[in-house]
């Protein structure tokens, strides 16, 4: 059994814009589609589709979804010319086929774009050819998707000893580690999204800690923080806790918060705190250090 039978990670879609005319049939069945098989991607046309909506609105939908866009220009179709632009308006990767270079608009010809000619080993030609361009297309399209939300997100934590927001850098490489003032009791953090993007759900937050044992959790469920393993023993803050909050996709341009409460701080002692989010695929950490100006329960 080989590693693409073992895999359970979608296939990569192309979708393929072209006139629906039989001329183009095994253009597409032995041509574009193959190519897509060999490169582990799997290839369709509207017309193969079932949908409620109507057929431009689902043109749409699909060109968004789609990992590249198989375009032949052939003949100059209409309607393969506007969803054409229409799918390089929203910045897709777009794979142009033509059988005669003039077909190419003049504005187009600086695009990827393959000429297959028109004689009997045209369907070979533009399989050979477009097989890895495909290739090309789908990893850069993988590149392109793979977000680095620590652009993208803040964090904001309030220092309870003057109530004002202070934010606190990830990883801090090349700013000081903030050092916030606490009265006890709890942490007020703040998760801004400063993008024009959807941030996905974050399901899966942890406090790391250097500070002696102590009882954490959530004001807002009452659930303690569980005590996790930290196999990096030599961190700076190797005490680990799961945050027991779920904090929904966050839209464009907003924010949303969540408290941590503790029992245990030590008076007049800096300690140091990590705080790590997990996005997507990947996770990012967001150090900090408090100073405690008062004794919270022990």
């Given at each position: 059994m080989n590693d693409e039978?073992?895999?359970?990670?979608?296939?990569?879609?192309?979708?393929?814009l072209m006139p629906f005319n039989e001329d183009f049939d095994d253009i597409y069945k032995i041509g574009i589609k193959e190519a897509a098989k060999e490169v582990g991607a799997y290839a369709e046309r509207v017309d193969e589709q079932i949908f409620n909506e109507g057929?431009?609105?689902?043109?749409?939908?699909?060109?968004?979804?789609?990992?590249?866009?198989?375009?032949?220009m052939t003949g100059r179709n209409p309607n393969v010319f506007y969803e054409v632009g229409y799918a390089h308006a929203l910045r897709k990767i777009v794979l142009l086929l033509t059988q005669k270079a003039d077909?190419?608009?003049?504005?187009l010809k600086h695009k990827q774009h393959i000429i297959y000619g028109n004689g009997g080993s045209k369907i070979q030609s533009l399989r050979s050819e477009?097989?890895?361009r495909l290739n090309w297309a789908i990893s850069e399209s993988r590149r392109k998707r793979e977000v680095d939300y620590?652009?993208?997100?803040?964090?904001?934590i309030i220092d309870t000893s003057n109530f004002k927001l202070t934010e606190i850098p990830e990883n801090c490489l090349?700013?000081?580690i903030p050092v916030i003032g606490s009265l006890g009791y709890r942490f007020n953090f703040?998760?801004?999204n400063n993008s024009l993007q959807e941030i996905p759900s974050i399901t899966h937050m942890y406090l790391f800690t250097d500070s002696h044992d102590f009882e954490p959790g959530s004001l807002a469920t009452h659930e303690k923080l569980k005590r996790v393993y930290n196999p990096n023993i030599s961190d700076k803050t190797p005490k680990k806790y799961r945050i027991p909050t779920i904090i929904?996709?966050?839209?464009?341009?907003?924010?949303?918060?969540?408290?941590?409460?503790?029992?245990?701080?030590t008076m007049n002692n800096i300690e140091n705190y990590k705080l790590r989010i997990h996005v997507s695929n990947n996770y990012y950490d967001f150090p900090f250090q408090v100073f405690c100006y008062t004794n919270t329960i022990k």
């Open positions: 039978t073992l895999s359970t990670a979608p296939k990569p879609f192309v979708f393929v057929i431009l609105e689902r043109i749409f939908n699909q060109i968004s979804k789609a990992d590249v866009i198989v375009a032949d077909d190419i608009p003049f504005d477009l097989t890895p620590s652009k993208i997100i803040s964090i904001f090349s700013k000081p703040q998760l801004h929904p996709s966050i839209p464009a341009d907003a924010v949303e918060t969540f408290d941590v409460y503790f029992k245990g701080l």
